[in-house]
């Protein structure tokens, strides 16, 4: 099993990559890319995923009753993984107003 450190790693590893993922959707979405916009923001859709499938994962060891030391370093990937779903779904509502608008 992975430590709270290694699985707070990945929650930032792949949080990282799809906020990123989805300010490149968008940066394409601003010169009417929109196909690689669509592509962008499903590859930020999937490493959303992935992030959220070690937070459950530690949520799920939590209410099997194992000790779950909450560090910054926790608290760190939370907010990562949190400011990426944020920005997916802004990226979604931006890339269709560019749509729109274009």
Partial sequence: MMS??????????????ARSLAMEAIQHAKI???????????????????AHRYQTDLIQGETRGEEIEVRLLLIHA?????????????????????????
């Fill in 32 to 50: 009417n890319k929109f196909d690689l916009a669509e592509q962008k923001l499903q590859e930020a859709r999937e490493e959303k995923i992935k």
């Fill in 4 to 17: 709270v450190e290694e699985i707070s790693f990945q929650i930032i590893l792949y949080g990282g990559n």
């Fill in 78 to 102: 939370q907010d990562h993984l949190m400011n990426a779903i944020t920005v997916i779904d802004l990226a979604e509502e931006v890339i269709e107003l560019h749509k729109k608008v274009n």
